[in-house]
């Protein structure tokens, strides 16, 4: 999957899967490992997924005015500029990053860190000038990868907190609301199901209500997935789509379920959001995925944003990381990514674990 998916982004150019990437796509083979690797040469203004200055600095400016922080707003943004400038310094965006999959959560699946060292002497020594990053780690989903980086040396950034679920027909199918999900569901008259013949209709359809909601309400910054990501992710089994269908066949809502090592998360999902919110789009889409991922045995990472309609539903926060080395570079780059550490979880981590972000 991971050879066949890169050579694919190789071959036609990231942005025809991720428009707003701009990734050069290797694949490293350690073993029995296949990891794809992204490579970032310092541009500015692209997703988050391979761009560190976006998932610090522009992703959290758009929360900012998310949130309506009033007054506060402008001592937020004063942050931001001043961790912008640290960021481009440093630069960060000039970067490596080690199984990344382009998705909002990396699932590390079985990888539990072996070979990391020789992975590391190797792209630093490959990308001299790069910092080498791997993101999407917590003690959760892979704690033998995230102890593995840190007997490495590697330097732990938290950059969000992301809500999970141990046991979903424990923790989840109980609750009641769950159950009006279930409910509204039913009352919707919605036909759902795991789409495996995807038509280029539905293709389109997938993506433009992924960018309705992600793109459109919430950040330019998340990834923007075109229908050819939609079409190979669902040919090579990167992500099982569920979708509920109207009377007349159209995908009103879905889910697309990425699994790997016993975990299933959802990095996209959609709805119509021209319908009204009373149709409960969203719920029904958020159940999908829930009942799909307990119907196959998994744990549940449910990412991050909306934690209080997460915790009712049965999960709890934990904070997900992102490694960073750069032991190969000069002495101020290093003292900067030394700053910056201190500086985010000193102030960021107990933020996110108080506020619930």
């Not at 790069?130 to 590697?154: E, K, M, N, Q």
């Not at 992924?210 to 990834?223: E, K, M, T």
């Not at 699994?259 to 149709?279: C, I, N």
């Not at 829930?290 to 915790?311: I, N, P, V, W």
Request: hydrophobic share 45%; with cysteine.
């Amino acid at each position: 999957m991971a050879a066949y998916y890169v050579a694919r982004l190789a071959t036609d150019g990231t942005r025809k899967l991720v428009s707003n990437a701009a990734s050069q796509m290797l694949l490293l083979r350690s073993g029995p490992l296949d990891l794809p690797v992204t490579v970032d040469d310092g541009t500015l203004g692209h997703s988050y997924v391979s761009s560190p200055h976006s998932a610090y600095v522009l992703y959290a400016r758009d929360e900012i005015a998310l949130l309506g922080l009033g007054n506060a707003r402008f001592a937020a943004e004063a942050v931001l500029r001043t961790l912008s400038g640290v960021l481009r310094a440093m630069r960060l965006n000039r970067a490596v990053h080690l199984d990344n999959w382009l998705l909002s959560t990396n699932l590390h699946g079985e990888w539990q860190g072996t070979g990391l060292a020789a992975m590391r002497t190797l792209l630093s020594a490959r990308f001299p000038d790069h910092f080498l990053i791997i993101r999407s780690l917590d003690p959760w989903t892979c704690p033998a990868l995230l102890d593995a980086v840190c007997h490495d040396g590697w330097i732990l950034l938290p950059a969000r907190q992301v809500w999970v679920t141990d046991d979903l027909a424990a923790q989840w199918l109980p609750r009641g609301q769950t159950r009006a999900d279930a409910k509204a569901l039913r009352r919707s008259g919605l036909q759902t199901g795991r789409a495996d013949n995807l038509s280029e209709r539905d293709c389109a359809r997938i993506a433009d209500l992924y960018h309705q909601l992600y793109v459109g309400r919430y950040s330019a910054i998340n990834p923007i997935f075109t229908p050819e990501f939609v079409r190979v992710a669902a040919a090579i089994g990167l992500l099982t789509f569920l979708v509920a269908r109207d009377a007349q066949g159209q995908i009103m809502a879905f889910s697309a379920l990425r699994s790997a090592g016993g975990v299933g998360t959802v990095p996209l999902m959609g709805y119509d959001m021209t319908r009204p919110q009373s149709e409960g789009l969203y719920r029904i889409a958020s159940y999908m995925a829930a009942e799909a991922a307990m119907d196959t045995g998994l744990r549940f990472h449910g990412s991050s944003g909306a934690g209080e309609f997460k915790r009712s539903r049965g999960a709890r926060g934990v904070i997900e990381y992102m490694a960073v080395d750069g032991r190969h570079l000069s002495a101020p780059r290093r003292a900067g990514l030394a700053l910056l550490a201190a500086g985010l979880n000193a102030f960021m981590k107990p933020m996110l674990e108080r506020n619930g972000w």
